[in-house]
């Protein structure tokens, strides 16, 4: 069974920075495009960040400059690492993997910046 755990959110001021992680079991994140999503209240979720096999990355521009995606296939674990953080970055966060046909999404972890 395929699973990703997110962990790392928290309250932090704006300015501030947090790192979230992604732990995948059951298969590896070095074969799978892996993605950021977030979810704010009343909002549609939204693509952040996404990591290709490649390891390159693609961000949206809200967050390009500030949020860097990366892997590391050892701890078979995706990171976001979030800096300069604005309130409108409060959201939900979502991890997603795409093995070949299947998507698997975690639980996601709660971002709350204040201002």
């Known amino acids: 069974q395929v699973q990703l755990v997110e962990s790392g959110g928290g309250f932090v001021q704006a300015g501030g920075s947090l790192r979230l992680s992604c732990a995948a079991s059951g298969s590896s994140v070095s074969i799978a495009p892996m993605s950021w999503y977030r979810q704010a209240p009343g909002k549609q979720r939204e693509l952040v960040a996404t990591i290709i096999l490649s390891g390159g990355t693609i961000y949206t521009d809200s967050v390009k400059g500030r949020f860097t995606i990366s892997r590391d296939n050892a701890k078979n674990t995706v990171y976001l690492q979030m800096n300069t953080l604005k309130p409108e970055d409060t959201a939900t966060y979502y991890c997603?993997?795409?093995?070949?046909?299947?998507?698997?999404w975690g639980q996601g972890t709660q971002v709350t910046v204040s201002s």
């Open positions: 997603k993997a795409q093995w070949g046909s299947l998507s698997v």
